[in-house]
């Protein structure tokens, strides 16, 4: 298990992976994150605990047994935004804590 570098990922560093870091929230801002963010491919964004998902129309390898392993059991701010990493904190929440879960997609 190897944890996520925030300073190596490739791409814009002007961008952010939480938007509840932006300097300024605003609509502008919020839309250029992700503009930023899906021209880097890199298609997943959090706003707090929510995970914003940006469809590129095209297939990108963020699916594989790799990223099964990356995300399974890691904390939220040790791996890039993804689909696994909510999914695997849902999955735990309601083993462990016992609670109740709702996606909305």
């Known amino acids: ?13 002007s961008t952010v992976d939480d ?7 605003t609509e502008a801002a919020i839309t250029d994150n992700l503009k930023e963010r899906l021209f880097e491919d890199r ?9 914003v ?17 990356m995300y399974k059991g890691a904390a939220h701010y040790e791996v ?8 695997d904190t849902m ?4 083993l462990i804590d016992k609670e109740s879960q709702c996606v909305i997609i």
């Not at 938007?19 to 929230?25: D, E, F, G, S, Y």
């Not at 998902?53 to 392993?69: I, R």
């Open 43 to 51: 298609i997943y964004t959090y706003i707090g605990p929510l995970l």
């Open 91 to 94: 999955y735990r929440n309601m």
């Open 19 to 25: 938007m509840v870091l932006l300097t300024k929230i």
């Open 53 to 69: 998902a940006v469809n590129p129309f095209k297939n990108l390898p963020y699916f594989g047994d790799k990223e099964v392993d």
């Open 80 to 87: 890039p935004p993804h689909i696994f990493a909510l999914a």
């Open 1 to 13: 298990f190897q944890v996520y570098d925030w300073q190596s990922e490739k791409g814009n560093k």
